[in-house]
């Protein structure tokens, strides 16, 4: 797989990546990488990084590390956990890590830091192979 086009293609068209300013940085065979600089805009009213900021970065790098492997693959389920409020946060990292890759079911464990590495969340994400081609997609 060219990982340089792939990263370019999901960055062009993750129309709502775009819109909150989130960027896949990148891709392995077995995981994603993704940052996200934080403004007024992704703070909620407690001043904090707003927790939909955090998923979505989550779902964006797992999703994408999944996607990865050439076959169509969505959310099937997620097990996540806020552990820090993202008070005082300049960037998001987002990581992902394959745990299983199999023919139907892939699994990843994702991490999101802040820009001192500290750990603002983390948790596991499944996604399900589905048959239908990516141009298919939302047809």
Not at 25 to 54: R, Y
Not at 78 to 91: V, Y
Not at 114 to 137: H, P, R, S
């Amino acid at each position: 797989m060219d990982y340089a086009e792939y990263i370019r293609e999901r960055n062009e068209k993750n129309n709502f990546a775009r819109l909150i300013d989130l960027k896949l940085d990148e891709v392995t065979e077995h995981g994603a990488i993704a940052s996200m600089p934080i403004t007024t805009k992704h703070l909620n009213p407690f001043g904090a990084v707003h927790g939909g900021c955090l998923y979505t970065i989550a779902d964006v790098v797992a999703g994408s590390a999944a996607n990865a492997h050439g076959k169509p693959a969505v959310t099937l389920d997620s097990d996540f956990h806020f552990l820090r409020a993202g008070i005082g946060t300049t960037k998001l990292v987002g990581m992902s890590k394959e745990l299983k890759c199999g023919k139907k079911v892939l699994v990843y464990y994702v991490e999101i830091a802040d820009q001192n590495e500290k750990v603002l969340a983390e948790g596991t994400f499944t996604y399900m192979v589905i048959d239908k081609k990516q141009d298919e997609l939302g047809k």
